[in-house]
């Protein structure tokens, strides 16, 4: 069957069985290999992407749910102003060690930033709880949060 | 003293290169895995050569090319790459400068360097590295005891930088294994047998509809491939669904912890960090002077590495040649162990590292290589890219054996420690796929021991080596007398294992760390002041010090507990102190609030880099030593997920503030697995604080708090 997906400001028509998991299509049909599999089990939030400006699990969930969606995958936040902000405060704090969990993360941050613009340390923890990482890149992660905020409202 | 990696490659060729365009390109036999050894090596080249960082490229590690450093393990890699690198880095300047003054005219010392380009002072002539050496091989050895540059003038070593490839992981352009693609790729999946002893009874073909999909069977080894990833992945269900396995007797059933200390063992005797064949001394009778004697026993689980990205591999045969692109922490020895499995000669196979997700140690890299070189061998002139389920990673990769550790000792009264016995029990941590020939190498590698002709695997034989295995860090750097130290190899025990993030120092650290503050209890003596009595080396106490000023910087709050740990990381590389403050809620669940991380590593090069070693390291510990235990039953593993094997989440991650001592012009020692032992110290230790409680059996979950609640 035949899905319409916008991914990163770009329609794709895609040819797909309608059942296959959205990241497959991300990676395997359009290169969006930034989108990482983790679990395939909805447990670590390795897959998350941004879907109509929400942050959502790729793995599981099917292409057909994203029918009409706008999708932003980690290689798509360059080009949104917040999203590329949050990557430069994952730069500036070093936020990564393997790097394997951190397109996730970023997204997620994103998705949270967009809603809470300030979102206090419980609103911080409950958007990251889903998201694992093995390196502990957590109190990075934390920092660059906190860099993102103080940035936006210097500005 | 010589560095070894330069006595196996002595050549200058063989660790640099400068391009026709100025590029300087430097080699390296270790890789990196997120530890920023890339970063590290950079700075340094920068520094001896006063080249900009950004026009420095660390070359891609692959067989034949790569200067061969056995595995990057141990934390090892700044001793052995680090300081080769400076050394040929060194060499390469004064090479430069040599050819430089020849060229225009004036002495050595006449002369500067800035960014690649020197100049004479006097006449303001200058020559680039490019036009000096660009493109052109040194065809010199690296002089072992070139100068290096002085401390004082340091530019780039020991600058708070970005690390290297930092903006492709988080911008998602960094390309790991997982994510090559190659025209014509296969993508694929093993079925798996439903534990380590079943094997393949019968394969159901007509059940297995296969719409384009191709089925590799050798023996027990199982897989699937096929073109749409997708549809590979639902062919490895219906396949799985197909299969029927003799299961035999299963795993080996009773009690984990009891079988530690009753099993057949070798044991033997460690001597100054070292084992010795020679028959275990009985434990003495306390000295008369004691004024106290304790003794404890304490018990680890068997732990996963669990990496976030299960592990992959892309293989292709191609007229009777194998190219692997792995995320195995050692090409070489992953090359001879395959070459054996797939009965070819070493030279027909080619290694080349790619990124993967963190490994801490041996996980399913290696094995997963040997995987889906067999699918390639079964399809050839195809790549073939295999990756490891989320399941298969959990259930069949090495696990950390589990431990037990039976300290005791007497104590006089002024807390001099007058004897110490430290006994340490479990199976091996070394199965990494190294060779020592008549297919040792394969016969490490998961599927070599299920296919029709098997390799099956090896009887582990006791570590020898310095502070390796089930010894490491059994040791004290605590100058006790009369030790009495035992290294236990256990037979009969129901789990795969082999090496993880510090191997046993992490359990013999905890056990050590737990038993001085029992034993200042014991004594009514102060737990920091009983470390700083026994100890001889000053920067030991520094680091204990600092950060134990730093913990306790402000006042305790109500129902909090505070605790320490320490260790020098195999009594020789970098030494740590870790202070953290917790409480338990009343669901019994420890919350870590605050953490302060002291460390010594010698010359800092990446500081930043260190201080995410210091700080990951006692982030991944504490879920080690709060959350984590590999279950299992007769059947199988049953932890198979994250549910059913959680970690640490970002609603008990502390603050951390790490603190690192300035030690220029002093050897590098190796940062990556020094704050693991102590942080678990420090958490039993907090928490004995916070509640009374002495817990002894990782890990501290809700259950084990209650238990020793009501004991
Ligand atoms: S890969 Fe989707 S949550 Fe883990
Ligand atoms: S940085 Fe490696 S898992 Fe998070």
Redesign the pocket.
Known sequence: MTVTLHVNGTEHKIEADPATPLIFVLRNQLGLTGVK???????????TVMADGQSV???VKTVSEFNGTKIVTIEGLAAHALGSAVQRAFVAENAAQCGYCTPGMVSEVTALLSAKPKPSRPEIIEALNGHLCRCGSHTRIFKAIERVVAEKSNA | MPNGSLVKQPNLDQWLAIGADGRVLVRTGKVDIGQRISTALTLIAAEELDIDPTRIDIAAVETDVAPDEGVTSGSNSMEESGDAVRRATATARKHLLALAARQLGVAEDALDIVDGLIRARATNRSITYAELAGGKPFGIPVDQTAKTKDPKSFKHVGTRVTARGMADLVGGSAKYVHDMQMPGMLHARVVRPPHYHATLAKLDDAKFKSAGLGIVRDGSFLAVAGPDEYAVLKGAERLAAAATWDRGKGLPEGDLFKNLTANERVSLPVIKGSPVKEAVPALPAPPANAAVTHQARYERPYNMHGTIGPSAALAKFENGQMTVWTHSQGIYVLREAMAEALDMPIEAIRVIHAIGAGCYGHNGADDVALDAALVARANPGKPVLLKWTRDDEHAWEPYTTAMVMELQASLDASGKVLAWSHESYGDTHNMRPRSTGNKSGAARLLAARYLADPVPPPVATPSMGHHVGIHRNQEPLYTFDNQRLVKNLVRGLPLRTSAMRTLGAYANVFALESFIDELAEAGGLDPIALRIRNLADQRAIDVIEACNTALNRDKKPAGYGRGFGFARYKNQKTYCAVGIEVSVNDAAEVKLHRCVIAADAGEIVDRDGIAAQMEGGVLQAASWTLYEEVKYDRDGITSRDWDSYPILRFDNVPEIETILMERPGAPFLGAGEASSGPAAGAIANAIKDATGLRLRRLPFTPEAIRAAAYR
């Open positions: 599999l983790g679990c395939g089990l909805e447990q670590c939030g390795a897959c699990l790729s793995c």
